[in-house]
């Protein structure tokens, strides 16, 4: 016989884990609502292109984990690695500039990457994602901020770690650029293979480099904070002002540059203390450039994303408890052929009148329908026998405190409404 196992990298999220993925959603919808973001579902795959000219074909994200295939028509598609490419690609195809300005949007779904899985590392993770389009105030890129803080605040995060850079236009990056090289080049021999490679391709990755021996070329190297043109440095300055005005910390971090191509002046992540390697529980930045760049009008943007699997990763890192899922109100025990067939009808019109009935099946013994309604969680037992039946009665027993009443059928309904809401 064959015997399958899910793919390298994927999460199955079993019944016992939902309390977590619900709470962490429907908080996470709820802060998106109140602050004016309206949802909008983008398609899981896209044509290859969005993405390689949208994140960047000299990205890590590009170059070495899409999931890309052609199709039985030719076409070469990709499972979507991020959300931000396709969002601004449905903006602008749907006509949402020509909408009043900004547009604040959120999503929700599953990502793809093909990446070394570790933990907090998949191949398929869950983002939630916001953006808000049309608008370069800093109090946009203060706002998205905030919100993140406030989702991590309001599920009980502690000990978390804002980094914050602002990593300049396309006016006065490739000044830096170009120092940074030069830079570098004065020491090719002390960096790693990948730094020299990068250097090349994508020059400001080097910053992100891990391996120890050029953690003190780093430190040394030139910030890119000292490079800004005026606009992104009075950009930068007003967005850190809001950030001290409202008392929320954070750190500059000169070495923050994000592994994305489209990111111009504020980038950020926050790390949370606890889980491993893989640190960021969310990250973002403001992408001016990216509506152009993919054809449509030049838009500013900023947004984030946050990885739900490290959230939940967190909270039970943090011992953060969530509440439990609704259990059924009542289960249905039934005792001969007649109290079956009268439990089967009964089961349906409780479930119309609006409550949440777990029906026996098969025949068994009280006491054994009876440790279902215990395992199942159920408020009620309602208890059907030939001598009930025959006089027009339930009877119901309390699973709390074992406390058994008899019920007139008729009635039924609205005694449990009663009870349990
Ligand atoms: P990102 O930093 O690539 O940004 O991903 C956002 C978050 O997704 C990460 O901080 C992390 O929590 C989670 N994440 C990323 N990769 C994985 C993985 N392999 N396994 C588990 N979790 C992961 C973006 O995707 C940008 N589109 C964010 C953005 C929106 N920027 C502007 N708007």
Known sequence: ???????????????????YWEHVQAHAVHLARRAGFERLDVPIFETTGLFARGIGASTDVVEKEMYTFTDKGGDSLTLRPEFTAGVVRAYIENGLHVRPQPVKLYSIGPVFRYERPQAGRYRQHTQFNM???????????LEIMLLIADLYAGLGFRDLAFQLNSTGCPLCR??????????YQSRLDEVCDDCRRRLGQNPLRVLDCKAEGCQPIIEAAPRIGDYLCAECAEHFGRLREYLDLLGRPYTLNHRLVRGLDYYTKTV?????????????????????????????????????????????????????????????????????????????RLADALRRAGLAVWLAFGERGLKSQLREADRRGARFAVILGEDELARGVAAVRDMQDGAQVEVVLETLAAWLQERVG
């Open 1 to 19: 016989m064959a015997h399958f196992q899910r793919p390298t990298g994927v999460l199955d999220i079993l019944p016992e884990e939902q309390p």
């Open 131 to 141: 953006e808000i389009l049309g608008e370069s105030d800093p109090a946009a890129d």
């Open 174 to 183: 490739p000044g830096y650029t170009e120092r940074l090289k030069e830079y």
């Open 268 to 344: 950020f992540e926050v790390w949370a203390a606890g889980i491993g390697a893989q640190a960021a529980v969310c990250g973002g930045g403001r992408y001016d450039g990216l509506a152009e760049l993919l054809g449509g009008p030049p838009t500013p943007g900023v947004g984030v994303a946050a990885g739900l699997e490290r959230i939940i990763m967190v909270m039970k890192a943090q011992g953060v408890s969530v509440p439990d899922l609704p259990a059924p109100s009542v289960l249905l025990a039934h005792l001969g052929a007649q109290a079956r067939r009268e439990a089967v």
